[in-house]
Structure formats: structure tokens, C-alpha cells
């Protein structure tokens, strides 16, 4: 059973492109949720989801950022217009019903 | 919203040596799980404490929750160079999401 899958594992995007960051939860995991990881820093818990819904978005930035997680496919971490700030590892986690969460390996985003 | 702070931030011991990492919250937890992340690498659960004063071992790793649930700790025995990493304490909130202390790095020296 494969575990979480994240991609790109690294990305770089100029000041004012989007960003996509894509995670597979594990098989049979209906629950996904995105965080941010800055240098030396905790995690930041961004947003949950599960399949076609927004389950709490409480720690989503207003402005720039979105989420998805489609019926088919992986779910989706989109920000647009990135700045120098939002340089940081994003990681996905799944989970089947709640308790553990299970990280995928992160996508390490740089903005230059 | 709910601030989970953990000390200290860094932890230098000599192989063999002990270790041990503490998390408090000025208001009562539900629940405090334990992550580990390798340097590079990502969290990796360890264990979930729900009930007051509840201890958890794993070989060399004891956890605790603390009576009023307010605090917990993790305590490695004997460390090894395998321990290196940093450790984080979380607690998963109502919808699930989980809010995580600022970890401890454990650093090891030969």
C-alpha cells in the first residue's frame, strides 16, 4: 500500500506565478488535509477536506490561496501570485476516519 | 486559537544519554499526539494520549499525560544516533485538523 504521495517534491516559481501542489492520499483514505512547514518552525494546519468538500479551511490565508480535492484525481493546493513568503515545505496528510494522520514527503516551494 | 508550547527548542546529549521534551497548554487538551520528523524528512506519528495521567512506553520512549491535561512529555532513555530529529507534540482539534508545538531538535553528539 503506497503512503501519501506529494508532487512536485520541489518547485520553484518566480515572484507572481502559481503554484500547484498536488497530493494522492494513502488507498482508502477519504480525508485530506494541507499544512505549512516554515524553516525551524511547527507545522500550520491550512485546510481540511474530503472528497469534493471543504471540511474547515480555518487556517487558509483569504487571499491567494485555494484547495481542492476533485472526485477523481489528488487534491490540489493552488496559490497564485506567490511572493517571497510563502516560501515553505507544504505537506499533505490522510487519514481513513481520524486519529493518526499520515504525511506524505512534502513539496519544498521556493519563491525568488 | 489554542497554543500548544513546547520546550526547549533544541537539545544537545551525548549518545546514551537521556532525553526529554515537554509540551503545555494553558487550557485542558482533548487529546496531545507525538510526531517525529528526521532532518528532510516528514512527521511521523508516534502515539495518541486521550485520558488524564495516562503513560505510554514504545522501547525506549515513555510518553505521559498529565493529570489535569494540560501537559504532556516525551522521555527517550538511552538516545541513539537513530533519534535525531525533532519532535513534536499536536493536538487534533474538532474538525480534526491538528495544532502542532514548535518541536524539539534533538541533536546528538557521538
Known amino acids: 500500500n503506497a503512503g501519501v504521495m506529494q508532487n512536485p517534491r520541489h518547485l520553484v516559481r518566480r515572484r507572481g506565478q502559481e503554484a500547484r501542489l498536488r497530493c494522492s492520499p494513502m488507498k482508502g483514505h477519504s480525508h485530506v488535509y494541507w499544512y505549512r512547514q516554515l524553516p525551524e518552525e511547527g507545522l500550520k494546519f491550512m485546510v481540511y477536506?474530503?472528497?469534493?468538500?471543504?471540511?474547515?479551511e480555518s487556517g487558509m490565508p483569504k487571499e491567494r490561496f485555494s484547495a481542492e480535492f476533485p472526485k477523481e484525481g489528488p487534491s490540489i493546493l493552488r496559490i497564485q501570485q506567490v511572493v517571497r513568503g510563502d516560501s515553505a515545505a507544504y505537506f499533505c496528510?490522510?487519514?481513513?476516519?481520524?486519529?493518526?494522520?499520515?504525511f506524505g514527503p512534502g513539496t519544498r516551494l521556493t519563491v525568488t | 486559537g489554542q497554543q500548544v508550547m513546547q520546550i526547549p527548542q533544541y537539545q544537545h546529549v551525548q549518545e546514551g544519554e537521556d532525553f526529554t521534551t515537554y509540551c503545555n497548554s494553558s487550557?485542558?487538551?482533548?487529546?496531545i499526539q507525538w510526531y517525529k520528523q528526521r532532518p528532510g524528512g516528514h512527521p511521523v506519528f508516534l502515539i495518541q494520549?486521550?485520558?488524564?495521567?495516562e503513560v505510554k512506553k514504545q522501547k525506549r520512549l515513555t510518553f505521559q499525560f498529565g493529570e489535569a491535561k494540560k501537559n504532556s512529555s516525551l522521555h527517550i532513555t538511552a538516545t541513539q544516533t537513530t533519534d535525531v530529529g525533532t519532535y513534536f507534540c499536536?493536538?487534533?482539534?474538532?474538525?480534526?485538523?491538528?495544532?502542532f508545538g514548535k518541536g524539539t531538535h534533538l541533536i546528538i553528539q557521538p
Open positions: 494520549l486521550v485520558k488524564s495521567g
Open positions: 487550557t485542558t487538551l482533548s487529546n
Open positions: 499536536a493536538e487534533r482539534g474538532g474538525a480534526d485538523g491538528l495544532t
Open positions: 496528510a490522510s487519514s481513513p476516519v481520524g486519529v493518526e494522520q499520515y
Open positions: 477536506l474530503q472528497k469534493e468538500n471543504i471540511i474547515d
